[in-house]
T-cell receptor, first 110, second 111 residues
């Protein structure tokens, strides 16, 4: 079974803080993704990575950055958290086309 | 027009019923499709992949109609545990790894 884990299930941060969300997969998958999911907007792709040290912007990269130093780990960074970044953040990994998700981090920015 | 469109529902059906959802996609070049299920406040989980005309897995059948650009999901003999949101997903024809997500169809199965 594919296992994707995320560092926190729930997180509360203050406006302006730098926030790190960690994602680890144990299946040696090449591809990793960060999404956010909001009611009425569905899943939106923030960043993705096809290989170590490689990253590509998704549909909504503004206000975010990512890091992939090791194949199994993909980190999402909110440089200066804002209230409009309150959301459910979902990490996924894939070997080919099917993506497998972690349990998500519900982030609240106050 | 959204690239992948679904009827949000909710569909409320009794246990044992057969229910079908449709999903339309706008990019005729899309080759691969998926159905995911998502329980409330949980992550999406892959239900089925649809690469050719269709796929069947137990009580679940997915069909692809390329001429009319829609994918359907049929659930037979509905169980209470089938209550969830079903997400239709298309592979972006221009990028082999980027998925285009529908907003989901909500299903409630009642005793």
């Amino acid at each position: 079974d594919v296992k994707v884990t995320q560092s926190s299930r729930y997180l509360v941060k203050r406006t302006g803080e730098k926030v790190f969300l960690e994602c680890v997969q144990d299946m040696d998958h090449e591809n990793m993704f960060w999404y956010r999911q909001d009611p009425g907007l569905g899943l939106r792709l923030i960043y993705f990575s096809y290989d170590v040290k490689m990253k590509e912007k998704g549909d909504i990269p503004e206000g975010y950055s990512v890091s992939r130093e090791k194949k199994e780990r993909f980190s999402l960074i909110l440089e200066s958290a804002s209230t409009n970044q309150t959301s459910m953040y979902l990490c996924a990994s894939s070997l080919s086309l099917e993506q497998y998700f972690g349990p998500g981090t519900r982030l609240t920015v106050t | 027009r959204k690239e992948v469109e679904q009827d949000p529902g909710p569909f409320n059906v009794p246990e044992g019923a057969t229910v079908a959802f449709n999903c339309t996609y706008s990019n005729s070049a899309s080759q691969s499709f998926f159905w995911y299920r998502q329980d409330c406040r949980k992550e999406p989980k892959l239900l089925m992949s649809v690469y050719s005309s269709g796929n069947e897995d137990g009580r679940f059948t997915a069909q692809l109609n390329r001429a009319s650009q829609y994918i359907s999901l049929l659930i037979r003999d509905s169980k209470l545990s089938d209550s969830a949101t079903y997400l239709c997903v298309a592979l972006n024809a221009g990028n082999n790894r980027k998925l285009i997500w529908g907003l989901g169809t909500s299903l409630g199965v009642n005793p």
